[in-house]
């Protein structure tokens, strides 16, 4: 997993408190662990703190999900209650590498 | 940079600027470069000119100089010769023999002359003189030279300079200078003549440097070169041709020109002066590349100026445009930069106010809508349209569009499978981008999007709460009209839609919980404006006129609290105000809201909730008009139901095992008790009811509890605090108390009620009897007065037959006795006719004093006790006086042994307690009569039967029974009461309550009531219904001497009138039958025969003229029986009435 770690991002975009960023969160972190990826972290952006950022990155509502591999860049917009497609894109991230 | 980003306009003009700076910086450059050029041309053509003007000038000025040094060089050359050649001549004149001097001379001269190369002087022969020549041979002859022979030929010829020649000596060429030597004769003598070398001009045309390329001409006038500097080798030679001979020296003395290319083809300005005093030309021929070597060099120079400048400003160009590309270059980078920041921030505003709208809106179509509208304009694409798919089915159905040119057909379904551009982004769940349907090998587009011309598109999944799938698709009619931002942006609109949808079902499901709530509800912030309101309370604003509905927002509810009139609105402001502040937890009051068209009560109730801006309010309103009234109305019928209990005229009580929950006032009097309180007090109540009762009630109390058989109603003994046992009628049901069963007790203290039952019974009874022995006497009547009056007549006629006579007084008798015993039945049914007036009872009673004396006999006392003020009374006197009798002979008969009978009579006053409790009795003023005897009275059986007619105690025989009922009758009939008193061995009192009359007494004329003799010419119209009765009516009345006619009903009688025949009374029964009574034939009759008297007849009291026993005024009546003298009496007095009238 030590390429995992040094090359994958995912960043979660949400508010503090947020009932859906907390949906969002778990969601995540239930997929990380079920991929054996816990060791990623999620770096967790809050937007009132960086709204800047959050702009640049073209995160327009919360929570959102921008996994960051290399030259890839996947938005996930919403809880990611349909985790299939995190699970996706993380298997293709690990395969790549 | 300002934060603000700039608009696509500002960007356009940015990179306006920049194109437009790239080319004002190429003109700029162009014109800096003209400029360069231009300027260097005009200087260079300026310096060219002036160079060729300097050169002009130059040519022309070093010509004339030249012209001017040569001269100077030929005069000094003239002089000198001229100075020899007078030394010549002067020689010559001394005979030419001072040769040596000449020589000397020809020497200084020469040495005079530094310019000359040689000097010599020839003489006239041509032939050497003398010369500086060095071996030269003396006369050597040179008279063939040009030079001598003009001297010699023109003797004028002054200083001739003769074109060049080679010397014969030196074999040099020269340039002969000569001057003639006049003899002292005048004649030629010679000619003294200075050589030049050409090399003398040349080295002095050499030393002016007038350039390796020009060149200082010494011509003769003709053409042959003197000298030339530099080519000096050209002397000699003719320059005849050269346009300063052939063209300039004609036309002018001096000048220049410019001379044509030359043999080595360079063109020269050409100075020239004319010596025409020698005839000598100079010209000075510059040559242009010399004149112009400067220029030439400046021109290079410029040239090379410019060449850098142009290099520079070329070299600059290169940089700028690199510059400008680059800086393009970033404007592009900045304006797509710009563009997609502007693109993003209008995402995000999009997203911003679909989030705000998401917030607000309940319509759900109108914030599709919007959604699809916002979309469009955000990406700046034409159409958008979102998609719901229903579980189970195959169709899509289309929620919301925009932009499509089918607007009609917006709804219609699209297929959900793969094949489509929705179905596909709904089988991968994932956004679908389409850069030109052309080229799409994914799936087809749509027939639909086809016809609408869309090229490219982009779709996105909606994953709905309600576990509905949907999909939001946008579509340009350009080709790769989406970047990546516009996937995240509708990805990210979606996730809106997706969370209003989730937001809705919740808001319509909190909505329907909070509207369902049977309240009005509203939310208020910190500042008491109005956040929400559920539906109950719009509809009661709405109804009531209050707000408008969309103004909640904008209200302050403590603001109207604060302004309403009522104190209850007041005090909800406070407590609201207090809850907010956190100093009261919760809130209830109830409060009247009445209108014009409604009563209504609420109760406010207000609880704090934790808003995010503070501690807000939620109020809510119930309505409890019902409840109010409901306990408004319990509490009233408690009120009324304790009022019942209260006032209940019926002993109430509640008791669970015998212990009393509820006791009334009437069961505490009813039993002796001051008050309901003392008898809850009791322990066990059943010490109310007589101990034999007690297991009886138990049983039943038990029995009623267990749902067993007991009697509802049932009568039981009671006994009251002074021990004295009453007559009780319980009506008892078992009733719910609490959580425990208990009975009630309705009793009835029936004492009382026991006693008038049974004297109502007794009273119906002798009405019944009454009323039967009524109809028994009427009938009776009838009879008698047949047989009474037949007995009469057969009296009168067996006057002459003792026995029959007898017969008939017998028949008579027992008819009178039957008359008798019919009237007192009639009297005792109170049917009786009775004629009540206003009568001095003391005056009857004193008036019967001495027949009661009589009757009493003497063993019995009477005593009489009037009193003084004794109110009259309404009664007929004559029955009153048959009364008093009837009730003294009684009172005699209980008296056989004596004793005393005290007759008094006083006013009293019968009130309602006493008309209360005594049936028939009307409460008022009476006169009393009491009759008091000392017999053995009365036990109370016997007293109860006393009035009761045919009931006596005497033995058979000595009494009818019928007098006391007389008695009775005869005072009810007259409104009045009797009472008995008695107890046995102790006498028997009966009061008689005759009511009082207010009218005067009227004195009755007994001694005017005369009977009249019958008219003989009467004619009187019977009418009576029994035919028997008729008969013998009408069998008297003609045996009187009348006239009848007869008829037996009234109809008849009435026809009969109506005949015309002359009637002088009209004699009628009452009662009959025929539908017709007498009473209402009298009436019609007195319509026909307004004077003809009218007599009535009856046997039965209670008819259409007797009223309450009593006749109607002016009514004549003759009862039923009555003999023929009263009959004769009556209708003489009926007819004699009528003759009065």
Redesign the interface.
Known sequence: MHAQETTIRLSLYGTEGSR?TLRAWTNITQVLEALGMDAVPVEFVDVLHHPERT?DD????TP?LIVLSEDKRH?L??TV??T??LREILAVQVMEQ | MSDQPKSFDAEEHDTVNVRRLRGVARTVVAAILLAAIAATGLELYTERKNLLEDAHREAKTLAVSLAEHTRYVLEITDLALQHLAQQVEQDLGQGGTGHQNLIDAVKLTAERIGTVQNIIVLGNDGRIRASTLQGVAAGTDFSDRTYFRVQRDNPNAGLFVGTPITGRVENIIVVPISRRITAADGTFGGVVMATIGPGYFASYYTTLNVGSRSAILLAHETGTVIARAPANDTVGLSFAERPLFSEYLENAPAGTYVSPPQSDGEIRITGYEHIDRYGLVVAVAKHRGEIFAPWYRNVAYHTLGLLLLTAFLAGSMVYAQGFFKHEEFLLVRLREGRRRYMRRAMQQRAVSLLSERAGMSEQRDEFLANVAQVICKTLNVEMCQILRLEPGEELFRSLAGYGWADEVEVSVHAASGGFTHAGKCLVESMPLVTGDYATEQRFEASTRLLRNQARSGVTVPLRLSDGGQGVLGVYSRTAGAFQDDDTVFLESVAYLVTGYFERLREYRLRKAVLDGVAANICVLNPEGRILLVNDGWQSFAEENGLQAVRAWNDLNYLDVCDAAPEPEAVDLANAIRRIIAGDLDRFAQEYACHSPGSRKWFRAMVSPVHLDEGIGAIVMHVDITELVLAETEAEQTKKRLETLVREAKIGILVHSDFKPLVANEELATMFGYDDAGDIMALGDVSMLFADDERERITGYYNKRLTGDFSPGLYSVKGVRLDGAEIDLENRAFPIDWGTGRAVCAMLTDVTEQRLLEERMSEAQRLESIGQLTGGIAHDFNNLLTVILGNAEVLSKRSTSDEMSRKLASIMLHAAKRGADLTSRLLAFARRQVLDPRPSDIATVVAGMEDLLTRTLGEDIELNVDVVDDLWPAMVDTAQLEAAILNLCINARDAMPGGGYLTVEAHNTRLDEEYSSRHADVEPGEYVMIAVTDSGFGMDEETASKAFEPFFTTKEVGQGTGLGLSMVFGFIKQTNGHIRIYSEVDSGTTIKLYLPRAHDEIQETDDDNQTVHAAADYAHILLVEDDHLVREHVSTQLEQLGYTITSAPNGPEALAILEGGEPFDLLFTDVVMPGGMSGKDLADRAAALRPNMPVLFTTGYAESAIIHQGRLDKGILLLPKPYTIGELAEKVACALNGAADK
């Open positions: 859906t702009f073209g995160v327009l509502v959102t938005v917009v919403g209650e349909d299939s497609i």
